[in-house]
């Protein structure tokens, strides 16, 4: 079972908009990384943010974490169709090598 | 470096079948893995390997599941006696050992059990 929860589910925008996507866990971590997956393709890493670090900015991107409330947001700004796509938050529990994968928010970008 | 790469891509059998998939990692990467992911959900873990050790296997696995790493180089996943609920797209991926290093994930072998 999925020991990670992202909302919205699904997001639908327009070109030029900002997208907000969060994600909620529910163990301690030690860093938290986001996914891109385009239909049928595998994943791609998109930025990691440390236990120790609150917020992180790559090109577009900006990631929030918060680990009283165990959870974290990622950013789009600017959307481009381009970035239509599945977003993924991921995580490792303290006591294991293997990353838990969230449920993932759909995001829709209409030009 | 080209990538992750898996074989084949698309698997259709008749349940009650057994098939096997191959993963080629990215050759400096010690660290292997086996995802397995369902429509409009996000990948579940199925095992790990470092080198060629098998150190994590999921509880989802049953013992139909086999998973090998000779040598720690390339990696087959197994399955027996195939049932409907193993369709699925199965994804592999590989990193450098390390705290937070990313996992690069192949484009996934598709699996259809009729």
């Not at chain 1, 998109?46 to 947001?73: A, C, F, M, P, Y």
């Not at chain 2, 013992?63 to 090998?68: L, Q």
Request: aromatic share 8%; charged share 25%; hydrophobic share 30%.
């Amino acid at each position: 079972s999925q020991q990670g929860e992202e909302d919205p589910q699904a997001l639908s925008i327009q070109e030029g908009e900002n997208a907000t996507m969060n994600c909620s866990y529910k163990t301690s971590i030690n860093n938290l990384q986001w996914y891109r997956q385009n239909s049928g393709r595998g994943l791609v890493h998109l930025i990691l943010i440390r236990s120790n670090e609150r917020e992180k900015h790559s090109g577009r991107l900006r990631v929030t974490l918060d680990t009283s409330k165990k959870s974290s947001s990622l950013l789009i700004t600017a959307s481009r169709a381009a970035d239509t796509a599945s977003y993924f938050c991921a995580f490792r529990m303290d006591s294991s090598y293997k990353l838990i994968f969230g449920s993932g928010t759909r995001l829709l970008v209409r030009p | 470096d080209t990538g992750v790469s898996q074989n084949p891509r698309h698997k259709i059998t008749k349940r009650g079948q057994n098939v096997t998939f191959r993963c080629d990692p990215i050759s400096e990467h010690n660290r292997l893995y086996w995802y397995r992911q369902t429509l409009g959900q996000g990948p579940e873990f199925l095992t790990y390997f470092q080198n060629e050790a098998q150190l994590e296997k999921s509880r989802l696995l049953s013992d139909r599941f086999s998973a090998e790493r000779p040598k720690g180089s390339f990696s087959t996943l197994e399955i027996q006696r195939t049932e409907q609920g193993d369709s699925a797209m199965y994804l592999c991926a590989s990193s450098l050992s390390g705290e937070g290093s990313p996992l690069h994930f192949g484009n996934g072998t598709r699996l259809t059990v009729t």
